[in-house]
């Protein structure tokens, strides 16, 4: 019982007897700064998932990393995507590409000639283009380049 006390007048004397010490944001305290909350002064210290990045007393933890496109995760790392959608969710880049679109900020073009996934006619020529393709029937043929048909004629 005396250790009991012991613990909890330690505990008083540096926080205050069932005082919280927890970090846990508060959800009223758009600042979220931990322990100082004097705006003039420098940022110590933010509660989690919130950052001071840009570096302004006066804003205090303007960043929630867990939605910023700016600073997704942390301070500096930008969600985006070259061709496509991207969203910040729960600290994490979230990322969709367009049609025609790969790599981890859809920055790379898909070959689609090359990957065999083009819908060209057998008797048409395959054209990467950025995002697609075209389908162009070869020459003594006419179409729309997915259907090509012969044409008949001199020489033929």
Not at 13 to 22: D, L, N, P
Not at 34 to 58: H, L, M, Y
């Amino acid at each position: 019982m005396r250790m009991v006390f012991h613990t909890c007048w330690i505990v008083m004397w540096m926080v205050g007897c069932g005082a919280s010490t927890s970090t846990a944001p508060d959800a009223g305290q758009d600042d979220a700064r931990i322990g100082n909350t004097d705006t003039s002064a420098p940022v110590a210290e933010c509660n989690r998932n919130r950052a001071d990045c840009d570096g302004e007393p006066a804003n205090g933890c303007e960043a929630d990393l867990r939605s910023s496109q700016d600073h997704c995760g942390k301070c500096g790392t930008v969600c985006e995507a070259e061709h496509g959608s991207a969203d910040c969710v729960a600290n994490v880049c979230v990322v969709e590409c367009d049609e025609g679109y790969a790599g981890v900020a859809c920055e790379e073009d898909v070959d689609e000639c090359a990957d065999g996934t083009a819908l060209c006619a057998a008797d048409a020529l395959c054209t990467n283009e950025p995002g697609g393709y075209t389908c162009t029937c070869n020459e003594y043929f006419e179409g729309t380049g997915s259907v090509c048909t012969a044409i008949c004629g001199d020489g033929m």
